[in-house]
Each structure stands twice: as C-alpha cells, then as structure tokens.
C-alpha cells in the first residue's frame, strides 16, 4: 500500500491560526501593505477601462478578482505536498488579508479623541473607520458612526476572510479581500459608480452572506465577554436585522446593539447624498465607552471565529486522512474492496484546498 502522502488541511489549520495570532499581535504592516498594493493595481485599470455601464464593472471585477484568486490557486498547487512550506504560506496570506486589529487601534483612537473632547481629532480620524461626512457630527453621532463600523467591519475585516480561508483556502483568503476591496472602491452609490459598481458591490454582498450571519451568532455567543446580553443581542438581531438596507451590515449592527443595550441607526450623510436608516435597538445612543466595548466585542468575535475556521479545517484534514487509511487485511475480502474502490488503484482522492 502506498503512504499516503501530506495533507493540506492540517498545515493550512495551523496557517489560519498562525495569521490571525500575527494580526492580533502586529495589526496591519504599516507601508507596503499587499492590500495597498492591490487598491493601487485596480484604480490603474480603472483609469483605462471605467464605462458608465454594468458590463464593463463586471469585466473589472472578474479579472481583478481571477487574479487574485488565481494567485491563491498557485500558491496552493506549489505547496500542495509540501506542508512545511504550506503553512507559513497560508499564515501570511492571513495576516496580510485580516484587518481586526487595526479596526480595533482605529476605534480606540476615536474613543481617546472624543474622551478629550477633541473633536476635530475625532472627525478626522472618522474616514478611516466609515465613508460618511463627519464635519458637522457630534460626538454621539461620531459615536455611532464607529459603533456601526467596528460591527460591520468586524465580518468584513475579520471574519469573512477566516471563513473563506477555512472554506477554501488560499484562493478564498486572497480571493475574498480582492471582493472586498472591490466593493470599498467602486461599490458604492455615487453618480460614477452606481453602474460600473454594481458587480463589485453584489460580489461583496454573496460573499458575505454567510460571514454576517456568523459574526451575528457570535456576537450573541460572545456578549458577555464584553460585559452584554447574549439574549438582547440574540432578540434584535432577530427583530432588526433584517430592516437595514444591506442585507448583511444589518445583522451584525442589529446584533452589536442589543448586545450592547445601544440604538443605532438614524440620519448618515455621505457627500451630497443622504440616507435615513432604520433604528436598531431599544437602548440610549452610543458614548466614548460604548466604543471600547464595541472593540473588545469585536476582538472577542473574531478571534472565536478564528477558533472556529482552524477547528473546522482541522477536523476536515483529520476526516480525511482517516478515509485513507488501509484497510486492515483481518477484514473481509469484499468489504475490503468496497473500501479500496471509493479512490482508484488504492491512491488518495485529490481534493481542491
């Protein structure tokens, strides 16, 4: 019987781990960042092939995110029998994709700022967390606007890529942020994008179907780590969720506001365009220290879901050597050529990652 030969499962387990330990320990490389990289790659082509029109979006976005996930695809067939390469490969893939702990660094920042009173600090510090015009936001509703941002942000960010990592692999990590950042750029509603966007923002939308309603369920799992209610996010999730005009942003805003007993929701301006939103929650607006509960939420989410997508390839690659393994020869004939027939000549199935 031939030895069965590495798996990629185990060591792309531990590079999930290993990354979001990176990011909870590093953040974000402060220059050079692959993401940077890759924002300046798209607005390039941008330039040269932007039409008012969802066909050309569409053909944008497909090569950017092929590429991208294509270079996930490579690096998976390059380490495919090679687990002590695979894993710091897929460890820094994760690292340089996740965006939790610098989320959180932001938002602290803007805790410090509006503790101090400090509002013109605060208004600056606010387009690195949400899109919306800060310059006459008070500092409830800058409060807000970050709340919001660290709840939605803590799927985008955080675990989405963990879940397209622990669903598959390197092409999901690398393929997932290309989406993501796609969407940051072109997916909104401005005059120049509302069509040339639309396929970058309903990528974005898929693909964080399942995220947003991960993040939701641990938000409610983790409420009490940051002093909440596991049953009042659990019942505004339910009765909230939904009525945001995302179809994911809202779960996880919903969920993150009856955790933190908090209203969210109401008027955001983003240049010229305004939008009233539905509230979501029963409780008072958020203040400076609802901010850092709403990061110490987060971290305590994501860093369950990175918990969780480690666990869940673990246990598939541990699956999946044990569908390997030879038949002893004490077992009957038959039964031992109905085993051996599920993988032809004897040899171990090839799985993509």
């Not at 695979?86 to 460890?91: F, N, S």
């Amino acid at each position: 019987m031939d030895a069965v030969p590495p798996r990629r499962d185990v060591p792309t387990a531990v590079g999930l781990a290993l990354g979001a330990a990176a990011d909870l320990l590093l953040a974000d490389p402060r220059r050079r960042h692959p993401v940077a990289g890759f924002g300046t790659v798209a607005a390039a082509l941008e330039r040269r092939v932007w039409r008012d029109a969802r066909a050309a979006g569409a053909g944008y976005a497909a090569v950017l995110v092929g590429a991208a996930a294509g270079l996930g695809a490579g690096l998976d067939r390059a380490t495919r029998d090679r687990p002590a390469v695979r894993t710091p490969v897929v460890a820094v893939a994760t690292w340089a994709v996740l965006g939790g702990t610098s989320l959180g660094r932001a938002a602290t920042a803007m805790a410090g700022a509006l503790d101090a009173g400090d509002l013109p600090t605060a208004r600056a510090l606010l387009p690195t967390l949400a899109g919306r015009d800060p310059s006459a936001l008070d500092a409830g509703e800058l409060a807000r606007a970050t709340v919001e941002s660290v709840a939605e942000n803590t799927s985008d960010a955080a675990v989405a890529p963990l879940v397209w990592g622990a669903l598959a692999g390197l092409p999901g990590l690398l393929g997932y942020r290309a989406v993501n950042t796609l969407d940051a750029m072109v997916g909104h509603r401005s005059p120049r994008y509302a069509r040339f966007g639309w396929a970058a923002a309903r990528a974005d939308d898929a693909a964080n179907w399942l995220p947003a309603r991960l993040t939701a369920a641990l938000t409610v799992a983790c409420a009490p780590l940051a002093g909440g209610s596991a049953r009042g996010a659990l019942r505004v999730w339910r009765r909230d969720g939904a009525a945001h005009p995302s179809p994911n942003a809202g779960r996880c805003e919903a969920a993150a506001a009856g955790a933190l007993g908090l209203r969210l929701g109401g008027r955001n301006v983003y240049g010229t365009r305004v939008e009233d939103r539905p509230v979501l929650g029963d409780g008072r607006g958020p203040g400076s220290g609802d901010v850092v509960r709403a990061v110490r939420l987060s971290r305590a989410v994501w860093l369950a879901a990175a918990a969780l997508a480690a666990a869940a390839r673990l246990a598939v690659g541990v699956g999946r050597e044990r569908g390997n393994e030879p038949v002893p020869k004490s077992v009957h004939p038959a039964v031992r050529a109905a085993t051996v027939s599920r993988v032809p000549s004897g040899r171990p199935s090839r799985h993509t990652a």
